[in-house]
Structures are given as C-alpha cells and as structure tokens.
C-alpha cells in the first residue's frame, strides 16, 4: 500500500535524475550489458533506501552515495574487459553522440583513461565533474577534506598523463 | 588535457544513447516509468541479495529435512527412540536461531545510502561476522551430528573395552571436526575472499595519509 502509494514519486525522481545514474554506470562498466545490470541494481537500491530518506541531505548526495555505493561494492564488474582506445570498445553512447569531433575525441581518451583509475579515484573524478563541493564529496564519500584535496591532486596529475599516453598513441602504461 | 577543461563537456553530453533519447522523445514519461516500473519487479543481482536467496534456500532444506525426522522420531517412533526427536528438535531451533542471526546480518550489510566509507567498513565488518557465524556453525555441527547418531543407531558405549572405544571415537570426531573447520575455511575463502581483499583495498585506499600520497 506504503509501496503503491510512493511509487510514482519515486519514479518522477529516477526519471528526472537518470543521466546521473547513466553516467555512473558508464563510468564503471565497459560493457553494455554490465551497464544495463548496474543501472538496474542502482535503481532497485534507490527503490528499497526510498522509505528512509528524510531529506537530511541534499536529494542528489543521497542518490550519489547510493549509486557510487552500488557502483563500487558490487563484485561482478571485476571480471570485467579493459576498455582500450579502439572505436569497438568505445561505450556505444560515445559513438553515438553527435559531438563536436574534437569534444568527442576529448571525452573519449576521458573515459580511456578514466578506466585505468581505481574505484575510488573515479568515484572522485566523477563527483569533480559535476562540480560538486569538497563539502559534499565529504558527505558522499566518507573521507575528510583535506586527504580528498591530495587525492584529487593526485588524479589530476594522474589522469593528465594517462590522457597523454592515448594522445601519443601509445595506450595503456 | 586538463580535468577543469572537461567539466563542460562531462556536463553537457546527454548520457543515453541517440536511440534511447528518441524513444523517449516519442513516447515520453509514461515509457520511462514503464521502464522504472520493470526494473523494480525485478531481482536485484547484487551479492547481498543472492546471499539472502541462497540462506532461505538453505531454511527450506533443513526445515525438509528436520520436521519429518521430528514427527517421525516423537510419534511413529517414541516407545524405542523418544530422545533422538528432542534432540533434533533442539538442533531445529539452534537453526532457526543460527538463521534469524544471518538474515539480521545481511539486512545491516544492506545500507547503500550511508557514506561510502561507513557503507565499506559496514559491510567489511558484517560480512567477516556472517563468514566467522558460518564456519562456527558449520564445524560444531558435525560433531553433533556425529555424537547423535551414534547414539540412535548403537546408544552408549558400554562393555569392558569401552574406554579405548571412547578414546578412538574422541580421535576420530577430532579429526573429522578439524577436516570439516578447514573445508569451511575454504569454501567461505573461495566464495566471499575476493570480495573482502576488495573491501579491504578499498577502506585502506581512503584511509591513506595524505602525506603518504605525494
């Protein structure tokens, strides 16, 4: 009844939210199907953590902890395939887009190299994106401000030079 | 290439494909909450989830399993047998416990919308409970089954003999106790090992000084 009754708000707030979930499944599955199985688990997880959010955080921070939560613990994904520079691999998204082609060049060593980060690392990519504020990557992650900071320095330096490696062509390090 | 330059991009492109963005075009909401509605009917797939099916599966069995055998050791079988029916009626209510303390530890291994931090640390914590409830069951339990059906199929030791006759069967209940340890230690390694070696790079991954990173 609860169930029936909240239903349909939850589905305007999937709908309205889901290039975020798209995103977070694209950034952690290579695959189509491992995209398709994660953006599912997300939502059945949303679906069940529903009843107990009471807006004591912003709706977004409580659905990015829920996603990257999901996105990140889930075992499955680590049998998954390294995604390389060529087009195939490419999410079919990417391929799909009609970008700018140098944008679309740009997003897709992003992803090359993005795939070669850990977990976390790309939790904090993501979260950095979407210009959200070390207040709330504290909030989301868990880990306080000033070890986020170094971490995201870290990244940066790391991904500028993994991002140099597919533009010289020569791929993974 | 710089991460600020990309923000824009990252910002600006729709994550869903061509294909997926006319559909909606064309049917709008309503396709998307048909959609929504289909993924809710279905089963999660997660790790937790499957362990939730397989413990009721396990219920089942040994519910299959240990309420014929009551029945039939406390009314077909009570003049010859009456203490082997409350012995598995002990050992039933032992499991309903044993489960009630599995299922509570999977729900609280089932908290998505804590930080991602505690969710780890949470989930690193219940699950080596669940993995230690498991193999402490699983060891004991084969004494007991041991113990107990010696005692419906030969009843005590008795004769001149008997104290050698114990002590063989000590040595062997020892060593199939020891087997049967290491077994569960090996299956609850093979089944769940890699999953904690990841929560585990994971929670030492953020805990990680950032002195230590540079």
Not at chain 1, 15 to 39: G, P, T
């Amino acid at each position: 009844m609860q169930e029936a009754l909240h239903q349909p708000e939850f589905i305007d707030l999937v709908h309205e939210h889901q290039a975020l979930l798209h995103k977070v499944c694209n950034l952690y599955c290579s695959s189509l199907q491992d995209r398709q199985d994660l953006f599912q688990e997300i939502v059945i997880q949303l679906w069940r953590s529903y009843p107990r959010f009471r807006g004591e955080s912003k709706f977004s921070t409580w659905l990015y902890r829920i996603a990257l939560n999901t996105a990140i613990s889930d075992l499955r994904r680590q049998t998954r395939r390294p995604r390389s520079m060529e087009l195939q691999n490419i999410p079919a998204e990417l391929q799909d887009i009609q970008y700018e082609k140098e944008k679309e060049l740009r997003l897709q060593q992003l992803y090359t190299a993005i795939e070669q980060l850990s977990e976390l690392e790309k939790a904090l990519v993501m979260l950095y994106l979407e210009e959200k504020s070390y207040d709330e990557m504290e909030e989301i992650l868990g880990i306080n401000q000033n070890n986020l900071r170094v971490k995201m320095n870290r990244i940066k330096e790391k991904l500028r030079n993994l991002t140099k490696q597919t533009e010289h062509g020569t791929g993974r390090p | 290439m710089e991460l600020e330059d990309l923000k824009t991009i990252w910002q600006d492109r729709p994550d869903t494909s061509r294909r997926q963005q006319s559909d909606r075009q064309q049917s709008g909401r309503q396709q998307t909450s048909r959609q929504i509605r289909a993924l809710l009917r279905k089963k999660s797939r997660g790790l937790v989830a499957k362990m939730k099916r397989n413990l009721f599966g396990e219920l089942i069995l040994v519910l299959m399993i240990y309420i014929p055998a009551i029945l039939f050791y406390l009314f077909e079988y009570r003049e010859k047998d009456p203490a082997t029916g409350w012995a598995l009626l002990l050992l039933l209510l032992y499991f309903t416990g044993y489960y009630y303390r599995k299922k509570k530890l999977l729900n609280a291994m089932q908290r998505p919308d804590a930080a991602i931090r505690a969710n780890l640390e949470r989930q690193l914590l219940t699950l080596r409970k669940y993995i230690r409830s498991y193999t402490t069951t699983g060891t004991i339990l084969v004494p007991v089954m041991a113990v107990l059906s010696f005692m419906s199929g030969r009843g005590m030791i008795t004769g001149p003999d008997r104290w050698a006759e114990i002590g063989i069967a000590a040595l062997v209940l020892a060593s199939i106790t020891f087997l049967s340890w290491r077994a569960n230690v090996w299956g609850m390694n093979r089944l769940y090992g890699r999953h904690i070696k990841k929560l585990k790079g994971l929670l030492e991954e953020m805990d990680e000084e950032p002195h230590t990173l540079n």
